[in-house]
C-alpha cells in the first residue's frame, strides 16, 4: 500500500494541477462565441453533473475492488445488456467479501476491465492513451511555441511558429526549448508523484495568481472602458445566446472540467481516502466553477475579439494607455510565459496516470524490476514529445481526441455505476446519494447524442 501522508490540501493541489492546465486558456473564447450567458447556463449544468458523476466514479473503482474480490473466491459474475433496462437478481448480489483494502489503488481502465471484461478494458484504456497522449503533444506545443514567441534565441528575434510554418528558421527555436520543456518533464515523471510536493504547490499558486492577474486586469479595462493595447475607446457588445456555436463553447468546458480519470494516480497517497476524496471532489467543483465563471463572464466584456488563447490578447498589453510602463510589462510577460509553465506540472502527473493504467493491464499487482517500470515511464512521456517534434498545431490535436472525453467519462461512468450497483449490494462509504437507474440511463444516452452532435459538427467543419 502507497505511503498515505497528503490530506485533502495535497489531494486538492494535484487535482486541480491535472484539471486546470491548457484547457482554461480557450474558457473566454468559449463564452464570446456561443454566448456568455448560455455558457455561464452550461458551466453551471455541467459542473453540477461533473461533481455528481465525480462521486459516482469513486463508488466505482471502490466498488470495482470488491467485484473483483467476488471473483478472486470463485464467484461467476455475467452481465447482459438487457440487465441495464430490467431490475435482475444476480446470484451473489449481497456477498462482500471480507478482505477488501479500500485504500488501495485501482485505476479507471482495470475497473472497466473488471467490470465489462478484459477486452473492454483494453479498448478503454486505448482510447484514454490517445486521449492522454494527445493532451501531452498539446502541451509540448504551447510550452516550445509559447517561449519562441517571446525568447530570441536561434535567430535573435522572437518568432511565431503558427505564422512562420515548419520550414522557417522559427521551427530550430521551437526544436531547442523542446528539448529543455522534454528534459524537464521526464525528470519530473521519473521522480513520481509524491517527491513533486512542493513543485505543485507552487504551481497551483501560479495558477491562482495568473487568473486573477488576467481577470482583474480585464475588470480594470471595463471600468475605464479602453482598448488593452491602446488608449482608445472600447466597449465590446458580446452576445448572450448563440445556440449555433454550441458546437464550439460546450466542448471547451467540458475539456476544461475533466480531471477525474487521473485521481487514481494523483490521489493515491492521500490519507483517509473514504472521507477525503468526496471533499477533494467538492471544492474541484466550487473552484473550477468560481475561477471558469469569472474567466468567462469578464473577459468578453473588456476585450473585442477574444483569441482562441486568451493569453495572446495580452501579447501588446498597455493597459488601457497609449505607452507601457514596467508593470504593463511585467503583466504582459507573465501572462504570455505562464502556460508554458502550467504545462510542466500537467504533463508529469498525466504521464504518471497513463503509466498506472497501462502497467497495471500489463502486470495487475506484480512487483516489477525498476528497469522495466523506467522503460514504461520513458516511453509513455517520451512519445508525445517525438510527436511534437513535427506536429504543432494543438488546435487540431484537441479537436479530435477532445471528444473522446465523452466516451471515457460521461458515457461511461453512468453504465459502470449501473453495473457495479447490481452486482454488489454492499453498502460503503463512497455509494452516491439519490441512485436511480433511469437517471444514469439518460445521463449516458444525452451525451451520447451529444458527441454525435459533435463529431458531425467537427467533420463538417473539417
Not at 103 to 124: L, P, T
Not at 369 to 387: D, E, H, T
Not at 428 to 454: E, G, Q
Request: proline content about 3%; some cysteine; glycine content about 6%.
Amino acid at each position: 500500500m502507497a505511503d498515505e501522508t497528503m490530506g485533502v490540501f495535497s489531494g486538492f493541489v494535484y487535482s486541480i494541477n491535472v484539471m486546470i492546465g491548457a484547457g482554461f486558456l480557450g474558457i473566454p473564447y468559449g463564452f464570446s462565441e456561443t454566448g456568455y450567458l448560455l455558457s455561464f447556463i452550461y458551466l453551471i449544468i455541467l459542473c453540477l453533473l461533473n461533481n455528481y458523476l465525480s462521486l459516482m466514479f469513486l463508488e466505482v473503482i471502490h466498488k470495482a475492488m470488491i467485484i473483483q474480490g467476488m471473483k478472486d473466491e470463485g464467484l461467476l459474475i455475467k452481465l447482459f445488456a438487457r440487465d441495464f433496462f430490467l431490475s435482475p437478481q444476480i446470484e451473489g448480489t449481497s456477498y462482500e467479501p471480507s478482505k477488501i483494502n479500500d485504500d488501495k489503488r485501482i485505476d479507471a481502465s482495470i475497473a472497466m476491465s473488471i467490470i465489462f471484461g478484459k477486452k473492454f478494458g483494453i479498448v478503454y484504456l486505448l482510447v484514454l492513451t490517445l486521449l492522454f497522449e494527445g493532451v501531452l503533444i498539446a502541451y509540448c506545443s504551447i510550452f516550445a511555441s509559447s517561449l519562441a514567441a517571446n525568447i530570441p534565441l536561434v535567430t535573435g528575434t522572437t518568432c511565431n511558429i503558427y505564422k512562420e510554418g515548419y520550414f522557417s528558421e522559427c521551427i530550430f527555436s521551437y526544436w531547442v526549448f523542446l528539448f529543455v520543456y522534454g528534459s524537464i518533464v521526464i525528470t519530473l515523471t521519473i521522480k513520481g508523484i509524491k517527491e513533486q510536493r512542493v513543485y505543485q504547490i507552487i504551481m497551483c499558486t501560479m495558477r491562482f495568481v495568473i487568473i486573477c492577474v488576467v481577470v482583474f486586469s480585464c475588470a480594470h479595462l471595463i471600468v475605464i472602458g479602453k482598448s488593452i493595447s491602446s488608449s482608445s475607446e472600447s466597449h465590446p457588445d458580446p452576445i448572450p445566446f448563440n445556440f449555433s456555436n454550441t458546437g464550439i463553447g460546450l466542448p471547451i468546458i467540458l475539456f476544461a472540467l475533466f480531471y477525474q480519470l487521473q485521481m487514481p494516480s494523483v490521489t493515491q497517497y492521500v490519507k483517509d481516502k473514504k472521507n477525503n476524496l468526496w471533499k477533494i471532489v467538492t471544492m474541484i467543483s466550487i473552484v473550477s466553477f468560481i475561477w471558469y465563471g469569472a474567466l468567462g463572464l469578464v473577459i468578453p466584456f473588456a476585450i473585442d475579439k477574444v483569441e482562441t488563447q486568451v493569453t495572446l490578447n495580452f501579447k501588446d498589453y498597455t493597459g488601457g494607455k497609449d505607452s507601457r510602463n514596467f508593470i504593463d510589462y511585467a503583466i504582459s510577460l507573465i501572462v504570455l510565459l505562464f502556460p508554458a509553465f502550467d504545462v510542466i506540472s500537467s504533463y508529469s502527473l498525466i504521464s504518471i496516470s497513463i503509466v498506472d493504467n497501462w502497467k497495471s493491464m500489463l502486470y495487475g499487482t506484480e512487483e516489477i524490476s525498476k528497469r522495466k517500470f523506467l522503460m514504461i515511464k520513458l516511453i509513455i512521456s517520451g512519445i508525445p514529445l517525438i510527436v511534437s517534434f513535427v506536429l504543432y498545431d494543438i488546435g487540431v490535436i484537441l479537436d479530435f481526441v477532445g471528444l473522446s472525453v465523452l466516451f471515457l467519462f460521461q458515457i461511461m461512468i453512468p453504465i459502470a455505476h449501473i453495473s457495479v450497483r447490481m452486482v454488489s449490494k454492499a453498502q460503503s462509504s463512497y455509494d452516491v446519494r439519490c441512485y436511480w437507474k433511469p437517471f444514469n440511463l439518460l445521463l449516458s444516452f444525452a451525451f451520447t447524442v451529444l458527441l454525435v452532435y459533435l463529431l458531425v459538427k467537427l467533420i463538417i467543419h473539417v
